[in-house]
């Protein structure tokens, strides 16, 4: 079974950046997707970004299109999210999920209904 943890929250002031772990264990991620969701305070939970694990597609949010990386590294089978220019609108729980199905219909997804296993989430905090 997959097993998903979250890395490299906190706070940080804005304009600044951080970058987020997604350490995977229990299976290797190379025929996954995995994407990146966010939830603020009393707002439902959102796309960030997501990725293809084997051939490193990416797809991205329009809030954070620019600013926000998402990368992978096969070889430590983890995820990154990489958010410069940070914004206090950008205060959240950060959470990385699994798509299992990508190598089967080859399109990344932004619906958290393709995710099947998450992780815990971390926070992250931007003040002004």
């Known amino acids: 079974q997959l097993q998903l943890v979250e890395s490299g929250g906190g706070p940080v002031q804005a304009g600044g950046s951080l970058r987020l772990s997604c350490a995977a264990s229990g299976r290797t991620l190379s025929t996954y997707a995995m994407g990146w969701f966010r939830q603020g305070a009393g707002k439902e939970r959102e796309f960030v970004a997501a990725?293809?694990?084997?051939?490193?597609?990416?797809n991205y949010a329009d809030s954070v299109k620019g600013r926000f990386t998402i990368s992978r590294d096969k070889a430590k089978n983890t995820v990154y999210l990489q958010m410069n220019s940070l914004k206090p609108e950008n205060t959240a729980v950060y959470s990385c999920?699994?798509?299992?199905?990508?190598?089967?219909?080859?399109?990344?997804?932004?619906?958290?209904?393709?995710?099947?296993?998450w992780g815990q989430g971390i926070q992250v905090t931007v003040s002004s």
């Open positions: 999920a699994a798509d299992p199905n990508y190598w089967r219909l080859n399109a990344l997804s932004s619906t958290q209904k393709r995710y099947r296993d």
């Open positions: 990725i293809s694990c084997s051939l490193g597609f990416t």
